[in-house]
């Protein structure tokens, strides 16, 4: 029996032998897929001190949302290069190689940090571990570094198929909310560094593919008009009416020909659309306005205290699942309240900080804590600081904003049970008010398919691919027939955040 077992074993290990062989003619291996960072040691104490200091709610609010960017400033402090123009975090690498993986940890930081000095908050902050922080230096660094050809550091060309593309949009945003501090100060030369860099992102039609990418050439479009540049008005108009004509109705944008509706539209779709009305008020917006009111009527529901009915592909994004109630409330449109809109942001990261979304000094690869079956190939060990994006839209609005200020007002399943209906998306939503739990339905689909696990033979065939070997796990994400708030297909430790402070 034991021979058999071992003859079983050499016939597996060598299918994924030749397999991998052939597929490396596909797809060649990733750039320094070998090197992973190490936790920083000062994490050991930080993990359990940021899920105690923001879930004890007796603090004041701003104090406790200090800490939380006290801590996430700390992990890219921990993390980056000597240029200052990346942060290599602990986790698993993506498909694009280390360089732009570590790109991500300054670029997905920095529309945070803008945020933060855009609002009047303070420039220096002090990291016990680190010591004082300049976080206006921290961008200028990265920036001029970054878009610096002849620095070792510099980011490289690109065009409207490299991942560089997508991050662009958020330097471009970054230079956008700190231009009266960090673009005024900058010398000419650094200046026209910035701006050929950023302008490499309009080498290519705006509307080149169907999904969520066709934002980020048109935000650094804005950005540099904005900045007195002259740019392709007519490739962005070209571009606008293509991203507008994906809006298939109550404000849920088409984000994939092949995929049903999913969370982009509220962490990509919405978030951008509101930064591109901002850049350029001239935009003609009425449309996307009125789309983003409906759409947070019906969104508004899916946010408990109690966890969050997630679907859909790039789950690490979870922390910014309250974006589109605080978009409404810094517009005023009258849809949510600035106290509705803060409690939303207030017990999406208490509730995943209690459940291991914050580790090592960032944002974990998973839904609760790390989780291999539930990771795109393209996403890397910062990709999932996007999950700050509600923390950016928060941070943005004065100390002094109604935001801020309000009192917390009830959410949705706080206030009772509800049965709804989008026609656009065919989701049904059930709450229960007593179980704080939320249940949305696709009637479109049948059956619970499972994820599919992460095994040794993954692991093998990532190590001799050199690359991430992906799950396939699209059923599992986007066609159960239920998902549920309190029971997270992913699964999910089930604490309250109330009982780490005992």
């Known amino acids: 029996m034991r021979l058999i077992r071992i003859l079983i074993a050499i016939v597996l290990l060598s299918v994924a032998i030749v397999a991998a062989l052939s597929l490396r003619a596909k797809y060649p291996p990733v750039e320094d897929w070998h090197i992973r960072a190490e936790a920083h040691p000062a994490f050991a104490e930080l993990d359990p001190w940021v899920q105690t200091s923001f879930a004890d709610t007796s603090r004041s609010t701003a104090v406790r949302y200090a800490d939380l960017f006290s801590y996430l400033m700390t992990g890219f402090v921990a993390y980056r290069n000597d240029a200052g123009t990346a942060a290599y975090y602990p986790g698993d690498p993506s498909i694009h190689g280390r360089s732009i993986d570590g790109l991500e940890g300054f670029s997905r930081m920095a529309p945070l940090i803008a945020a933060w000095l855009s609002s009047g908050r303070d420039q220096i902050i002090l990291l016990p571990q680190f010591g004082e922080v300049d976080l206006l230096q921290v961008l200028i660094n990265g920036i001029v570094n970054g878009t610096n050809p002849e ?12 991942q560089q593309y997508v991050e662009a949009a958020d330097i471009a945003l970054s230079l956008w909310l700190t231009k009266d501090m960090l673009w005024a100060s900058l010398p000419e030369k650094a200046r026209a560094r910035v701006v050929d860099w950023l302008m490499q992102s309009q080498n290519g039609p705006a509307d080149w593919r169907f999904n969520n ?22 490739g962005f108009e070209i571009g606008w009416q293509a991203l507008l004509a994906t809006h298939a109705g109550e404000g849920w944008f088409i984000d994939d020909r092949d995929s049903d509706f999913d969370y982009y539209n509220v962490w990509a779709f919405h978030y951008a659309l509101y930064w591109m009305a901002l850049i350029d008020p001239s935009l003609d917006t009425a449309n996307v306005r009125a789309a983003r009111s409906s759409f947070v009527r019906f969104y508004r529901h899916l946010i408990t205290p109690a966890g969050f009915p997630i679907t859909g592909r790039s789950v690490c994004y979870r922390t910014a699942a309250a974006t589109p109630l605080i978009l409404s409330a810094a517009i005023g449109d009258g849809v949510v309240p600035p106290g509705e809109a803060r409690r939303a942001l207030d017990v999406t990261w208490r509730y995943f900080a209690a459940r291991g979304a914050l580790a090592k000094g960032t944002l974990t690869q998973g839904y609760c804590g790390a989780d291999r079956r539930v990771m795109e190939p393209y996403s890397g060990p910062a990709s999932c600081l996007w999950g700050a994006r509600s923390l950016v839209l928060a941070f943005s609005l004065p100390e002094d904003a109604p935001f801020w200020r309000s ?49 040794r033979m993954h692991q093998l065939m990532s190590w001799l691919l050199r690359r991430p070997f992906g799950l396939g796990n699209h059923r599992a994400q986007f066609e159960r027939a239920r998902y549920a708030s309190n029971e997270p297909f992913t699964g999910c430790v089930q604490v309250s955040p109330q009982s780490i402070l005992k």
């Open 407 to 455: 009192k917390e007002s009830p959410l949705k399943i706080e206030q009772g049970d509800f049965k709804l209906v989008n026609a656009t998306t065919g989701w049904r939503l059930k709450g229960t008010a007593s179980e704080l739990s939320v249940v949305l339905e696709k009637p479109q689909h049948s059956g619970s398919p499972r994820l599919k696990p992460y095994t």
């Open 151 to 162: 620095s070792a550091a510099y980011w490289g060309g690109y065009d409207t198929t490299d």
């Open 213 to 234: 990418w066709q934002l980020y050439g048109l935000i650094v479009n804005r950005v540099l008009k904005d900045f007195g540049q002259v740019v392709d008005e007519v």
